[in-house]
């Protein structure tokens, strides 16, 4: 056993080749994952297609972590106007991509709030310098209807600073980072940030999300990943290597995201709410054995923005309605 | 879209067909990823075998869920003698088994507590007549040394009745289920149970654990298994499926289970520590950059049973004592 510091480290780095290649097997997995699924995923999507209410009945019984973003005038969006849901793993055959970047793709049908039939939001897995890594996106416009803004101007702001940004980076000598927060766009999201009550926060604001961290671009996570695929050949061949620069916070960035929980919220839709929708959809339904047949969808013009519930209103029953039993789980599956 | 309720039970028909399909599909990944990574898991044995307390520092460092259940005599033991774990996906290539059955083994060094150089506990993902649908295992005979058993009995106690209702099962005239509440071996478990006091009870109490909901016999699987594929195969052809019969609690297991965790942390063993052990054998380290050339491991022969840290044991100094830092998180990974 080794007992030496010396030695320690040196397994230290022979542990390091060894993530290396679980990461690569990783990555491999989720490629033939894909392959295997999205055939099954498109047939989905024919059978949720003839279902009404399908993806707002599954964002219903979503999981707890992202069902507490979910306002009940989202809600209420979801159930009269959500039509599709659609996860592509969009670089999976990208050599300059990862597997684990994707798109999140809502379908929406005409509605009082904005003119999108479509919204589409991009997750890059990238790499910074500094060997963060993680998700980031760009905010997605969204065309809110006069005073229908559910997000009181936040995807706007977002927007509009990104836009800002962009411009700057463009035009400026190399300083464009440090001038972020000189920017008028910078101020006045600072400012809906601030006017913003979190707990009531609409979920989409989501829309917004940049970075839980800092946006890192497509340029330096490439040169980031070489320079990192680089240390693994001279890790793999038990050559000493530098570790990475440390990297640099970005309060610039972090006062100004439109919503932190960003990417956990798009991870959960990606990792489960998409691969388990079938489960829950029919969650909505457990318990309902007996009374399946005297299903009865009820159409509502109700325009209050008051606590909703879709199962009541797509089914004319609410689990938060006293008559309303809460379904029991009639088997487990592992 | 589907408005009536007989469409709607037809669409659900439709998604039951895709569930089968996506079940196929999990199998199929689930061996894939076997396949590829077996190669890596035994290269990582290879590297863990000449660190020091390598497992020990893993299960130190686990997930909360498991943690909670680890006692500080556990740590101990761990600290002392654990010497290598290995997951197995025993029914992998078996048509008759499972990808989802799993064998947990530890292998421990000579030690004050028990005789076995290897505990090994076999879990098996099984379906019941009724549809439900998980692990089951069997009570593993641990060789405690005179008055060193840490689950006060609890092991040997539900090996005893596990032989028992296997003998009188043997003997009996169909009705051996119905018998087992009257085994004199039933009512001496149900008593330790009753003694103990399930705050502290030892996480090798988990080596007696049978099933979160009750025991299922390969052959009842086996035949549950074969009807579900029947009920599948005609489901695709659109054929009318007859419910599978609910599934009668066993109140007589539930009763007599040492373990009621036990599937959940099996699972976060397979699932969660097995898979990342090395990123959780790191996290002992961070924040100690600049100290890992000082790392000394200390020998240690304290005897007492209180607030143990292996991390403390084993470097000489723990995350609990005063003049321990927390470790910051340095980078992220998604």
């Given at each position: 056993m080794a007992?030496?510091?010396?030695?320690?480290?040196?397994?230290?780095?022979e542990l390091t080749v060894l993530e290396d290649?679980?990461?690569d097997a990783e990555l491999q997995i989720l490629r033939q994952?894909?392959?295997?699924?999205?055939?099954?995923?498109?047939?989905?999507?024919?059978?949720?297609?003839?279902?009404?209410?399908?993806?707002?009945?599954?964002?219903?019984?979503?999981?707890?972590?992202?069902?507490?973003?979910?306002?009940?005038?989202?809600?209420?969006?979801?159930s009269e106007c959500l039509e599709t849901?659609?996860?592509?793993?969009?670089?999976i055959d990208d050599p300059k991509g990862s597997p684990r970047s994707f798109s999140v793709k809502f379908?929406?049908?005409?509605?009082?709030?904005?003119?999108?039939?479509?919204?589409?939001?991009?997750?890059?897995?990238?790499?910074?310098?500094?060997?963060?890594?993680?998700?980031?996106?760009?905010?997605?416009?969204?065309?809110?209807?006069?005073?229908?803004?559910?997000?009181?101007?936040l995807t706007d702001?977002?927007?509009?600073?990104?836009?800002?940004?962009?411009?700057?980076?463009?035009?400026?000598?190399?300083d464009a980072k440090a001038k972020a927060s000189s920017l008028p766009e910078y101020k006045a999201l600072m400012k809906k940030i601030e006017q913003g009550e979190e707990a009531s926060l609409s979920f989409f604001a989501w829309f917004g999300f940049v970075s839980s961290w800092r946006y890192v671009s497509a340029e330096e996570s490439e040169a980031a990943t070489a320079a990192e695929l680089e240390r693994r050949e001279k890790r793999k061949k038990g050559e000493?290597?530098?570790?990475?620069?440390?990297?640099?916070?970005?309060?610039?960035?972090?006062?100004?995201?439109?919503?932190p929980p960003g990417e956990e919220i798009a991870t959960i839709i990606a990792?489960?709410?998409?691969?388990?929708?079938?489960?829950?959809?029919k969650s909505t339904h457990e318990g309902d054995d007996e009374e399946l047949s005297d299903l009865e969808v009820e159409d509502y013009d109700d325009d209050s923005d008051e606590e909703l519930d879709i199962r009541g209103l797509v089914q004319g029953k609410g689990k938060n309605s006293k008559s309303g039993e809460s379904p029991p789980a009639k088997k487990r599956k592992t």
């Open positions: 007992e030496n510091p010396e030695e320690v480290l040196a397994r230290f780095e290649e679980f990461d994952q894909n392959a295997l699924t999205s055939p099954l995923y498109a047939k989905r999507a024919a059978v949720a297609a003839k279902i009404p209410h399908f993806w707002a009945l599954v964002f219903e019984q979503c999981p707890p972590e992202v069902d507490q973003h979910i306002q009940p005038s989202d809600s209420k969006v979801f849901l659609e996860i592509t793993r969009f670089e379908g929406f049908g005409l509605n009082e709030h904005f003119e999108d039939k479509v919204l589409e939001k991009k997750f890059w897995f990238r790499r910074s310098q500094g060997g963060w890594m993680g998700l980031v996106s760009e905010p997605v416009k969204i065309h809110w209807k006069k005073g229908k803004d559910l997000t009181g101007g702001a977002a927007v509009k600073l990104w836009d800002a940004k962009l411009k700057a980076a463009g035009s400026a000598n190399g000493k290597v530098e570790d990475e620069p440390e990297d640099e916070p970005d309060n610039d960035h972090q006062q100004t995201e439109v919503y990792e489960d709410l998409w691969p388990q929708a079938i489960k829950y959809y």
